[in-house]
Each structure stands twice: as structure tokens, then as C-alpha cells.
């Protein structure tokens, strides 16, 4: 029987795992998927040397970044993101080769192209971590031009949260959160904005999922802009990944 799988810490919040065991089973395909919560990155070859039916697995926070050091080859996309969400085990010869990819940007692309319009040409990014390199990369191919947002400044890349004026938000219609403030059970949460500046010419699109409407989007929408949750590009991705782990 095949494996596929998710490395991730924690994975209470994991949509894969259901998601992949449904397909299987629907389809009559002879596989499991299997969610291997680990504590650090450095258990990550325990995972490997003790599955020798795996063959594929997905990567969530917060070891996007942190598993490339464990494997042997990147993708173009992924080594231009600087960041991996797909894995493919190749077994040739009795030679293990691990190469990363990154389904992310083909999800969330997919999903916020057809909400764009004219005056999306500017986009706030909201955290700094693995899925947000995936989304500036992919913003970037849509013609977007972007700006992270964190609580720390880094470079000439990033501002503070402090630092969104009402003439910033003025200028950057559309704003991705990226952060896991807001994600179930911690709901009543939001990312600091100045929810006041947003207008109906906005777009707030967040990658969570859970809650269906968070409060950033309820935030958003009490405000009159367009706002999007991270389901559709969920199921993209994982779609990308089957994809990947099968050509």
C-alpha cells in the first residue's frame, strides 16, 4: 500500500489528511495519508527511514522553510519561493531522492485571479513566514506589486503594522493575510489593520479557512470590500500536489 502524508507541528487544524483518505477510498485507490506531528524538523529523517511505502507528503507551518536542508532536489518554482509544501519521495535503483515543490502559489494564484481587477495593482502581505513567500511569488507573476507587513521591520521589503497609514492602505487595495491571528479556536481574533481605511475598491483575502468567515473578512466585508477564504486554494493545492506526487 502507498503512503502519502503531512509533516507539520501541530496538525489538530489538518484539512489533508480527510481530504486524501476520502479521495482514496472513493476511488479505489490502494493508499493511506497518514499525519506525522513532529515536534522538531530534525525528526524528519525518523519519518523517512521508518516509512518505506511512503511516497509523497505535504509540508505545513512551520517547516516549509525549515526541510530544505533535508532534501535532495528543489523544484524552480520552490527554490525561487524559498519555500516547500509538496514532496516527492523517487526510488530508483534502491536510491532514495527527495525533491520539494511548492503547490501553494498554483492554489492561490487559481483562486485570486478572477476576484483582480484594474485597480489591484498593489498588495499588502500580512506575515512574513513560509506561505507568505508563495504568495508574493505568485502575486508577483499576476503583475501585483507587494509589501509585507510584520510586527518587526526587516528590510526595505516590510513595514510594521504601525506603519499603515490611511494613505498606505489608500494605495494598497488588496491585502493577503498570511498569519495564523484569527484561525479556530482562537476566532475572535483579527491581524491589527486600520479596518476604517478599508473601502469597497479593496480585496481581503485570508488563508485560513477555519472559521468560513473570519474576522478579518467580517471586518472587511462590514466595509463594504470583496473578501476570500483560503478553502479554494486548499483544494487547489492539494489537487496540485496529487498531481505532482503522480507524473
Request: a positive charge; zero cysteines; proline letters at 3%.
Given at each position: 500500500m502507498k503512503q502519502f502524508g503531512l509533516i507539520g507541528y501541530p496538525l489538530g487544524h489538518s484539512f489533508s489528511k480527510n481530504f486524501f483518505n476520502e479521495k482514496f477510498h472513493s476511488e479505489n485507490i490502494d493508499a493511506e495519508y497518514v499525519n506525522f506531528e513532529i515536534p522538531t524538523i530534525e525528526d524528519f529523517p525518523k519519518v523517512i527511514a521508518s516509512h518505506p511505502n511512503l511516497v509523497g507528503l505535504n509540508v505545513t507551518i512551520p517547516y516549509k522553510e525549515k526541510v530544505i536542508s533535508y532534501l535532495d532536489e528543489l523544484d524552480k518554482d520552490a527554490a525561487s519561493i524559498g519555500a516547500v509544501n509538496v514532496i516527492k519521495l523517487i526510488r530508483q535503483r534502491g536510491k532514495l531522492v527527495l525533491k520539494g515543490y511548492n503547490s501553494d502559489i498554483l492554489g492561490f494564484t487559481q483562486s485570486i485571479e478572477p476576484l483582480l481587477e484594474r485597480?489591484?495593482?498593489?498588495?499588502?502581505?500580512?506575515?512574513?513566514?513560509?506561505?507568505?513567500?508563495?504568495?508574493?511569488?505568485?502575486?508577483?507573476?499576476?503583475?501585483?506589486?507587494?509589501?509585507?507587513?510584520?510586527?518587526?521591520?526587516?528590510?526595505?521589503?516590510?513595514?510594521?503594522?504601525?506603519?499603515?497609514?490611511?494613505?498606505?492602505?489608500?494605495?494598497?487595495?488588496?491585502?493577503?493575510n498570511c498569519t495564523p491571528v484569527g484561525m479556530y479556536p482562537k476566532a475572535d481574533l483579527c491581524p491589527d489593520i486600520p479596518y476604517e481605511c478599508v473601502t469597497p475598491k479593496h480585496l481581503l483575502y485570508d488563508l485560513l479557512y477555519n472559521?468560513?468567515?473570519?474576522?478579518?473578512?467580517?471586518?472587511?466585508?462590514?466595509?463594504g470590500a470583496t473578501v476570500k477564504n483560503g478553502l479554494e486554494m486548499l483544494l487547489l493545492q492539494a489537487f496540485g500536489a496529487w498531481d505532482i506526487w503522480n507524473e
Open positions: 485597480h489591484h495593482t498593489k498588495a499588502l502581505i500580512l506575515g512574513t513566514g513560509g506561505a507568505s513567500k508563495a504568495i508574493n511569488y505568485g502575486l508577483h507573476k499576476l503583475g501585483v506589486e507587494t509589501l509585507f507587513v510584520s510586527r518587526n521591520r526587516h528590510d526595505d521589503t516590510t513595514i510594521t503594522y504601525g506603519e499603515l497609514t490611511p494613505e498606505k492602505m489608500d494605495e494598497y487595495k488588496v491585502i493577503v472559521p468560513n468567515t473570519t474576522l478579518f473578512m467580517k471586518k472587511g466585508s462590514d466595509q
